[in-house]
Every structure is written in C-alpha cells, then in structure tokens.
C-alpha cells in the first residue's frame, strides 16, 4: 500500500479524526428528501438529524442555535476582533437532505485507509470503483476513502459539506485567540428537490455574505450555476376497454412517449451535453391511457436560452398532441433557481477571499461552473450572494459515491483560513 499522502497542512490533519467521526455519524441517518411531499423537511429523518446538529452546535459553544418548524438549523459564533460595525457577517451553509435518486435507508459507511489505488469492490449489489472509469480516483492514492456497503448512496453530497463546517466552527470556538468575524451557520432542507434555501429566514440569519460548502473536487470554487425550471406536461386522453377501443380510445400514454421522443437528444440532452451546454431532460412518465404526466428539468447557464427550452417544449408537446383533438394538454413550468453570477460578480472579494484561503492551504483554486444548483442560487437572488466550495465527494447521487477524508478535511481548515481572512480590514 502507498504511503498516506501528507494532509494539506497540519491544521487539516488535526482536523481530520473528528471530521470522520461526526461524517459516519451522519451519514447514517436516512435523510433522503421526497419529491412528492408538500412540508418542509420533506421527511422525517432530515430534522432527526439537524435536531442531533443542533445540540452539537451547543455544545461547541455557539449561540443562539434553533431549528425552525420548516427544519432550518441556525446557530451564531461571535467575533473574536474588535472592530467597527463595518465587518461583515459571513454565512456558512450546507444541505441536510441526500438524494432520492439511489437508495438511502441503511447507509454503512466503510473506510478503505491507504487506498492502493485499485479497483474498490463494495461488499453490496455488485458496485465497483474503478479508476479507468472515475478518472478522480487515479489522483487519490493513499488517501483514506469512504464509501458507502454499494447498495445505497453515501450522503457526502451534502454530509461532507456539514461535517466541514461544524468542524471548522467547533475549533474556531475552541480556540478563541484565532481571529474570525461574526459567522452565522445554516443547514437546510430539501435542497435536492428544489426547496432548498426558500424559506430561510434571512432576516432572522442575519449573514451579508455566504458560502455553500456543497462542491466535490478540492479547490472547487464555483460563482456560477445552472438556470433551473421544472415542467410537468400532463396529458389527458380518452380510456375505453381496449377490447372495444377502435376509433374511440386516446392513449395519453403514447402520446406522452412521443413528446418525449421529439425532444432533441443530439444537441439537448444530459446524455449529450457538457461545460456550458444547457438541456431538457425528461425523468418520469407516469399514468395510464387516460392521463399521463411527464416530468422534466430544464437547465442552462444563459437565461434566454433557458426560456427558448421552455418554448421548444411548449411547442412540441402541442403540436403532437393538439393533432388530436379529443385529448387535452396542461404545461406547468416552476422556476427552481436562477445562475448566481450576476449577483456574486459585484462583490469579488467574496471569491477572493476564498481563492486566498484555499491557497493559505496549499490548494490551487479550480474556478468552474456548476452544471447544477445549490443552495446558493436561491440565496444570491434573495439577496445574500453566495458562492460554493468544495467538499470532496464524488460520485453523487449514486452507490457508487465517495469522498476524501483528506479532502474534506482540507474544506474545513480553508474554512478556518476564510475566517481570519474576513477579520481583516482589506477584506472587508
């Protein structure tokens, strides 16, 4: 087995032991949202664990730590620096939900220490990590992986972003004589269904500026996002008993197949697409002859283009299905969140100052952006820019999901470093 690799600097290796402890902990509590529920949390086990973040927070010594009916943690450091009103109140967030794309329930977390950079056979459901596929493993040898049995996803997306932060602000606490501004933390529900950070009491919260610690990569820091709307098309048809359904019978569900089957797949497609290519993509049909529904997700960095994709599927959906006059079409579109940049870009010291403690950490800052959405999309257009770090993991929404102990470790020291970053009159 290949030597470990050293951590990123002492701080992270200090950091690393109680890291790993609280993520096994979490990850363990089943907090897969559902897309069909209409409370907040979506379900149970998300407030089972932020009711368990929240005593931690208390018991690391932040104040005035709450969980609000609709399942938002919030808890308060104070300054260590004595400074004017002027200092900003940074917001730390990540998101207490997994998934509802693989499996959740069960989740046993399994730490391969040293990995020797083979192909890692999961002891479940047939699951291989194989670095010819997963060219981010190639970079990881000795580095101590975790992963989940392989018949259920992991939940570092967003467990290793929570384990971070509460690690970063739990030593902060400890230790009094390094200088931070006043941080504010938050851990949100159902942010992989689209809520998200809506019912945030900003206010209440209290931050200026914010970060997600919610990417993959190390020194991931993104300012830019997807656009996001979610369609239903929902189709209604004419059901008789198929015995007797000659020139009577109005198969919504074949109507349904065919809209889907005239979307574009060369050039408008996940499956086809990539960097900054925007798409439709449909992801349930459900029904029966007499009613059909087709959910789908639209995305795109350019908000234009995102509304010519709702257009293409307007008119598609019509004209296949308004060739029957006897079925009836409804097109539902919710906006799920907007491209952060244009409200991060006027204030670039906000991604300055993490660029300049992931380099305090002997990280190279990787500015990409995010073919998806976090928390920080809803944020930014609320009005408390937002922008997004890494936290290691790989492999989301999958069994096959994985993450870095020295990684994670790593996010939470560049916490650590944006602390006494912000404390400091030049950044502010």
């Given at each position: 087995m290949p030597d470990p690799p050293p951590f990123t600097s002492p701080l992270a290796e200090e950091l690393a032991p109680a890291l790993l402890e609280r993520f096994c902990r979490y990850v363990r509590i089943d907090t897969q949202a559902s897309r069909d529920a209409e409370r907040s949390p979506s379900t149970p086990g998300q407030r089972v664990l932020g009711e368990?973040?929240?005593?931690?927070?208390?018991?690391?010594?932040?104040?005035?730590?709450?969980?609000?009916?609709?399942?938002y943690v919030t808890a308060a450091l104070d300054a260590t620096v004595d400074r004017d009103a002027q200092m900003p109140m940074v917001g730390l967030l990540a998101h207490l939900d997994t998934s509802p794309d693989a499996?959740?329930?069960?989740?046993?977390?399994?730490?391969?220490?040293?990995?020797?950079?083979?192909?890692?056979?999961?002891?479940?459901?047939?699951?291989?990590?194989?670095?010819?596929?997963?060219?981010?493993?190639v970079g990881k040898s000795g580095h101590d992986l975790v992963t989940a049995s392989g018949d259920t996803l992991l939940g570092a997306d967003d467990k290793a972003g929570i384990a971070a932060i509460v690690t970063a602000v739990a030593h902060l606490a400890a230790h009094p004589e390094l200088p931070r501004p006043p941080l504010r933390v938050a851990f949100?529900?159902?942010?992989?269904?689209?809520?998200?950070?809506?019912?945030?009491?900003l206010d209440r919260f209290g931050a200026t500026c914010a970060y997600t610690v919610d990417g993959s990569e190390v020194g991931e820091l993104q300012d830019e996002t997807f656009s996001a709307l979610e369609a239903i098309v929902t189709i209604t048809?004419?059901?008789?008993?198929?015995?007797?359904?000659?020139g009577r019978m109005v198969n919504a569900l074949r109507l349904a197949a065919r809209v889907v089957s005239a979307l574009p797949v060369d050039n408008l497609a996940p499956e086809a697409t990539d960097g900054r290519d925007?798409?439709?993509?449909?992801?349930?049909?459900?029904?029966?002859?007499?009613?059909?529904?087709?959910?789908?997700?639209?995305?795109?960095?350019?908000?234009?283009?995102?509304?010519?994709?709702a257009a293409l599927l307007e008119r598609t959906a019509h004209q296949i299905v308004d060739a029957e006059p006897r079925a009836g079409l409804e097109i539902r579109l919710r906006?799920?969140?907007?491209?952060?940049?244009?409200?991060?870009?006027?204030?670039?010291?906000?991604?300055?100052?993490?660029?300049?403690?992931?380099?305090?950490?002997g990280i190279e800052p990787?500015?990409?952006?995010?073919?998806?959405?976090?928390?920080?999309?809803?944020?930014?257009?609320?009005?408390?820019?937002?922008?997004?770090?890494f936290d290691g993991g790989h492999e989301y929404h999958s069994v096959r999901e994985w993450v870095s102990l020295q990684d994670m470790a790593a996010a939470a020291a560049t916490l650590v470093h944006m602390a006494a970053l912000w404390s400091e009159p030049a950044a502010q």
């Open positions: 368990l973040l929240a005593g931690e927070l208390r018991a690391a010594g932040l104040e005035d730590v709450s969980i609000d009916d609709n399942g499996p959740g329930n069960g989740v046993e977390p399994i730490v391969h220490r040293s990995y020797d950079g083979a192909i890692i056979e999961l002891p479940k459901g047939g699951t291989r990590l194989d670095p010819a596929s997963m060219p981010e493993l949100t529900p159902d942010e992989e269904i689209g809520a998200g950070a809506r019912l945030l009491d048809g004419v059901d008789v008993h198929p015995g007797w359904a000659k925007g798409y439709i993509h449909p992801y349930v049909i459900s029904g029966s002859p007499a009613r059909a529904e087709i959910h789908l997700i639209l995305r795109d960095f350019d908000d234009d283009l995102l509304d010519s994709h906006e799920q969140y907007r491209n952060m940049r244009r409200h991060v870009e006027p204030l670039p010291r906000l991604v300055e100052v993490a660029a300049e403690a992931m380099r305090m950490e990787i500015r990409t952006a995010i073919r998806g959405g976090t928390d920080g999309s809803q944020l930014s257009a609320r009005g408390l820019p937002t922008p997004n770090i």
